[in-house]
């Protein structure tokens, strides 16, 4: 359990910093704030229009993780 906890610890940082520069790269796109000037809420964007194109890299990133932890 410990060694777990200490690689999830380690591994989590590479994959976190590559999303938020994702998150921040859509955030910029005409879509997101066009539906943020006609009064969207953070929820509503982030599920609606940020989530669907960032949950691919996120699975991808996630199967990388795995085998950098396993190996």
Known sequence: LTTVLVIGAVIWARPARILRSQVIKAREYQHVTAARAMGATGFRVGTRHLLPRLAPLAAAQF???????VM
């Open 63 to 69: 199967v990388r993780a795995a085998n950098v932890s």
